[in-house]
């Protein structure tokens, strides 16, 4: 006999975690608090002004220390470890190129108080800086009659090598002649009938 009771039975959900929409507000609204406090701190302070980049004034050096040996120890300080040590930053770079790109680069150039904008130069500071590299040509430098004199000379020195060649290949060619042609003695010469030809004997 069917049972009268047709109530279905719903899906337990009990095994579901539940979460705590008031702790996770409230987690929410420390979260903003922070950031709002972060943002206004960093606001008080007024912006860092950077100068702008500028060319080195002093020489890179990179081969002082070309095939040398050098004892390393890990007592040692940074400045006497093996790579390339920058004072600036207090830090060891293992290769050269490294090294040129970490002295070019964003964080070197910010310790030494330099953004990595280029000041625009005027008309006036390109006029100076033509007066400057035109006063520092000497007089005596190379010029146009120089160039000249140059092409002359090795257009010389080609005409004068081709004529010594001439020259190599003529003898060449004259001692293979004589090579070929040795002189014989007449008496043989007469023996084998060569110096008959052309001739006529008197009697």
Request: with cysteine; aromatic share 6%; charged share 40%.
């Amino acid at each position: 006999m069917a049972s009268s009771n047709n109530t279905t039975t719903g899906v337990d959900n009990t095994f579901r975690k539940k979460f705590d929409t008031e702790e996770f507000r409230e987690r929410a609204r420390e979260r903003e608090k922070k950031e709002s406090d972060r943002s206004k701190s960093r606001s008080k302070g007024p912006p860092v002004q950077r100068a702008p980049l500028k060319h080195r004034d002093y020489h890179v050096d990179l081969e002082s220390r070309l095939g040398k040996t050098q004892v390393v120890t890990p007592v040692a300080p940074l400045s006497q470890q093996a790579g390339y040590f920058c004072r600036v930053c207090e830090c060891v770079v293992k290769d050269s190129a490294n090294y040129l790109d970490h002295i070019n680069g964003k964080k070197h150039q910010r310790a030494l108080g330099m953004s990595m904008r280029v000041e625009r130069s005027s008309l006036e500071q390109v006029q100076e800086r033509f007066e400057v590299l035109k006063k520092r040509k000497t007089p005596g430098t190379f010029t146009e009659q120089d160039l000249d004199e140059r092409i002359r000379k090795q257009q010389e020195e080609e005409e004068e090598l081709k004529r010594q060649r001439r020259e190599k290949k003529k003898e060449k060619k004259k001692g293979k002649v004589t090579e070929e042609e040795p002189e014989m003695d007449p008496e043989v010469a007469e023996m084998m009938g060569f110096g008959g030809f052309g001739s006529s004997k008197k009697s």
